[in-house]
């Protein structure tokens, strides 16, 4: 996966470093289809965060909308205990 990111600048999106190329790649085997990710980001926000390659494991995989908030409105929200 590769093309333009967004990335904070210490958690801020009013400094934000856009535009700046972002490559993942997303590795696995037979055993465990997703298992390992490498990141590598390009300039600008490779001032910020270096140009190393970043290293992560995959530990669950989830649908695309997983993180999304619930559609229904506040007052039907099931309450947090």
């Not at 904070?8 to 009013?14: C, S, T």
């Not at 700046?20 to 696995?28: F, L, P, W």
């Not at 926000?45 to 409105?73: C, I, K, L, N, W």
Request: charged share 15%; proline share 7%.
């Amino acid at each position: 996966i590769s093309g333009p990111g967004t990335f904070a600048g210490n958690g801020n999106l009013q400094s934000a470093f856009s535009g700046s190329h972002v490559e993942v790649t997303i590795k696995g085997g037979n055993a465990i289809t997703y298992s390992n990710f490498e990141m590598i980001i390009g300039p600008p926000a490779a001032s910020h965060y270096g140009t190393e390659t970043f290293h992560g494991v995959v530990t669950e995989q989830r649908p695309m909308d997983a993180d999304r908030p619930d559609s229904r409105s506040d007052d039907q929200q099931t309450p947090h205990r």
